[in-house]
């Protein structure tokens, strides 16, 4: 899943972050409210996950502000504050779910999980194509009896892949689906990513469903 | 919360200042009423005096006989014109004469006041009056010789007791709303005490937890993230460690800095307490900054007396006081600016000031910038600033020491801070 985290403590951010990733998210990592309202609209996100108090802009305007721009990915408000009357206040602003600080991290990928399953994109635990299968939770792609554990990165190239698939995705947009934003991926790190996933398929025997559409991009089909 | 209590202020005002209105108005009208019937029975007891003088009587045998070729109600007022009957009886009760209204049945004569309502029919409508009649035993000599019965409509003074009854009637009202509102309005000033402290004791909850929990949240994150990473990777755990050190390192002083505001409340342990001198106390702190000042560009000037300044005091405290100043001095500086720090010895206290060029403090926050952990930036940023107990510490410090804090601040000018420390008597 794409995910906007914004916090503006450095130092809580940063973990999320990091164990966000881990689990196969895209996180787009920002410490104030006004670079946040800014990427809302020039991304589209799975899922938002908000700290209250921020600098300029807090995270329940910001929340209101995403509401009313009508997209619906779910939000999730993180905060210190833990009265009754500052949840109804979060939830009534159009969050969706509220985790009172500290934020227990496992706590917090099984909500992320919870409200992934609610999306209307939502397949499953388990993407498919043909018999090839790739397991959102263990980040593992399957075909008959065999079973690769994929990384990180091969993971959400693979996961994009088998979203779109028999389309052409150009490297440009491979890369702005797969990098945060503000990061700047070297130039030939799709590239890169694309031979590292092919030698994974390669142990699956599925190499060349992995197929290079000269001057145009990436397709994933089976040749089937 | 505070809306109920100023309705429920409002009302009970309204309730009992209306009870004395209603209670205060009838009294009143209950002594009018009282008031205009003795007034009107006096002046006709007045009438009845004067016709009964002008009545002649002639003894007749055994019975008297009453001429009323003399009464004269020419004079008429106001009175006489409500005279409905004038009734003469011998003093066996029989009517002997009678001006006015005819009596249609014969009736008791019984000697003293009454009020009666009578029926009559004008013009063919019934209608019905109420009277006040008089009934005067006529003597000659000390010997009964008969009655005179006069009566008259209580007209006039229904008609001024309606009006006065119409205007209570409108007039408490009226008042019982005029009080409900300036109860409603002296609520609002009541309540605001109230509201005060209970804002500032909201504001320090929400602050406390928030700047408790930013430490925990990260150690905790970090703690749960090393314990995800996989076995072999020693380098992300080691980072996930040293995170941890630097938040348990953060959370520890903020610890310690709520213990301190908690332990030295109230007096200074005399132990601790010594005669100090202020300009070697002050040299020395300002020495602690010139690499702070070097580092950010900025002009750090002080300003001290030649002579020593001794003040009784509490060394470690003052310093951590006048150092926590200087802090906020460096930090909300920008590069390039001027902090100036000056003693200034007066002959019975003695000024510490502390002036930078800084940022200033909006208006609005200045009442609260001694709160503890309020901070001017709502947000609560890490990034600039702390957790908002250093001015909180350093007034509780000069407290102690009889002291006085003040602060003068200008947005985008800069701000003073000034301590008075009062000076032992030599």
């Known amino acids: 899943m794409l995910i906007l985290l914004v916090e503006d403590d450095s130092a809580q951010l940063e973990p999320l972050q990091t164990a966000l990733s881990k689990v196969g998210h895209i996180v787009d990592a920002v410490q104030d409210g006004e670079t946040a309202s800014w990427l809302i609209k020039e991304r589209e996100y799975d899922l938002l996950i908000l700290d209250w108090m921020l600098p300029k802009v807090s995270g329940i305007e910001l929340c209101r502000h995403y509401r009313n721009l009508n997209l619906a990915a779910p939000v999730l408000m993180i905060t210190a504050k833990d009265t009754t009357a500052d949840k109804v206040t979060g939830l009534d602003a159009g969050a969706d779910d509220y985790i009172v600080k500290p934020v227990d991290v496992l706590e917090l990928l099984a909500r992320v999980r919870a409200l992934g399953r609610r999306s209307p994109l939502w397949q499953g635990e388990m993407i498919e194509l043909a018999d090839l299968r790739l397991d959102l939770t263990h980040l593992t792609l399957e075909r008959g009896v065999d079973n690769i554990q994929l990384s990180v990165k091969e993971f959400q190239l693979m996961e994009y892949l088998m979203r779109h698939p028999r389309q052409v995705l150009s490297r440009d947009q491979i890369e702005q689906a797969l990098w945060s934003w503000g990061s700047e991926p070297e130039s030939n790190a799709v590239t890169t990513l694309v031979r590292r996933l092919r030698q994974r398929l390669e142990t699956l025997g599925a190499k060349d469903w992995l197929e290079t559409v000269y001057g145009m991009g990436y397709r994933l089909h089976s040749p089937n | 919360m505070f809306e109920r209590s100023r309705r429920r202020l409002a009302y009970w005002f309204a309730l009992s200042m209306g009870s004395i209105l209603i209670l205060f108005a009838f ?33 007749q045998g055994e019975s008297w006989l009453i001429d009323t070729e003399n009464v004269s109600l020419r004079d008429r007022n106001a009175l006489e014109s409500k005279i409905i009957y004038i009734r003469w009886y ?175 409340e109230g007096q200074l342990n005399p132990q601790d307490v010594a005669n100090i001198d202020l300009v070697e106390l002050l040299s020395s702190i300002a020495e602690g900054y010139i690499d702070s000042a070097i580092d950010k560009d900025l002009r750090f000037e002080v300003d001290l007396p030649a002579s020593p300044v001794e003040v009784h005091s509490d060394r470690d405290l003052l310093q951590r006081a006048i150092g926590n100043l200087l802090d906020n001095a460096f930090k909300y500086t920008p590069n390039g600016g001027k902090i100036t720090m000056r003693l200034e010895p007066k002959p019975r206290q003695v000024l510490i000031k502390i002036m930078d060029t800084g940022i200033g403090i909006p208006e609005v926050d200045l009442p609260h910038i001694f709160d503890r952990f309020y901070r001017v930036d709502k947000a609560r940023t890490r990034e600039t600033g702390g957790v908002g107990l250093g001015l909180a510490i350093a007034r509780q410090i000069i407290k102690a020491h009889d002291g006085k804090i003040t602060v003068v601040s200008e947005a985008e000018k800069g701000t003073t801070v000034q301590i008075c420390l009062p000076l032992q008597p030599q």
């Open chain 2, 90 to 264: 011998d003093f066996q009760q029989r009517l002997l004469q009678f001006t006015g209204y005819s009596p249609h049945q014969r009736s008791q004569v019984t000697p003293g006041w009454q009020t009666q309502k009578y029926d009559f029919h004008l013009k063919g409508q019934p209608l019905s009056k109420h009277l006040r009649r008089l009934t005067l035993p006529l003597k000659d000599d000390g010997s009964p010789v008969g009655y005179l019965q006069i009566a008259v409509s209580l007209g006039p003074l229904q008609t001024s007791l309606a009006r006065s009854r119409l205007f209570l009637s409108l007039g408490i009202p009226i008042a019982l709303t005029f009080t409900g509102v300036v109860g409603w309005i002296l609520g609002h000033f009541a309540m605001q005490p109230a509201k005060r402290s209970y804002e500032q004791l909201q504001r320090f909850t929400a602050d406390a937890s928030h700047e408790l929990r930013a430490p925990i949240a990260a150690i905790l994150s970090n703690a749960q993230v090393g314990l995800l990473a996989s076995e072999d990777d020693d380098q992300e755990r080691d980072q996930r460690l040293s995170n941890i050190v630097i938040q348990s390192k953060s959370m520890s002083s903020l610890v310690a800095n709520l213990l301190f505001l908690a332990r030295h």
């Open chain 2, 27 to 59: 009294t009143v009208y209950h002594r009018q009423v009282k008031d205009q019937m003795r007034e009107f029975d006096a002046r006709i007891y007045d009438q009845a005096k004067r016709i009964a003088a002008s009545t002649t009587y002639q003894k």
